[in-house]
């Protein structure tokens, strides 16, 4: 199956950077895992206001994306009340 990239758009919680102190280690070192393997592009929080994060995976299926969203302890812990995956197709840039 050939790889795709998906944009994983997270929705934050207000008052997201105080509130995600506990959780912070554990999501940072899944999507650690993710990176290392190559299946995480790259990934970050939005800025002023800090509402919501992009990341952009490159897999084989939407469920790697979903795995990691079910494995994260924001959204286990109710800091991402909502979140979206949409296939990509990259045009400029990229491989």
């Keep these: ?3 795709t990239r998906f944009v994983l758009l ?3 919680v207000e ?3 105080e509130k995600r102190a506990p ?4 999501h940072l070192t899944l999507a ?3 990176l290392e393997r190559g299946e995480l592009e790259m990934a970050g929080a939005f800025a002023d206001p800090v ?3 992009a990341f952009v995976f490159t ?3 939407r469920a790697r994306v979903e795995a ?6 924001y959204v286990a812990n109710g800091l991402v009340p909502s979140w979206r995956i949409k296939a990509w197709t990259v045009v400029i840039g990229g491989d």
Excluded: S
């Design 1 to 3: 199956m050939p790889t």
């Design 59 to 61: 897999v084989e299926d």
């Design 10 to 12: 997270y929705d934050y």
């Design 15 to 17: 008052n997201i950077v």
């Design 32 to 34: 650690n895992e993710y």
């Design 23 to 26: 959780f912070r280690a554990g």
């Design 51 to 53: 509402d919501g994060a």
């Design 68 to 73: 990691f969203v079910a494995a994260d302890p």
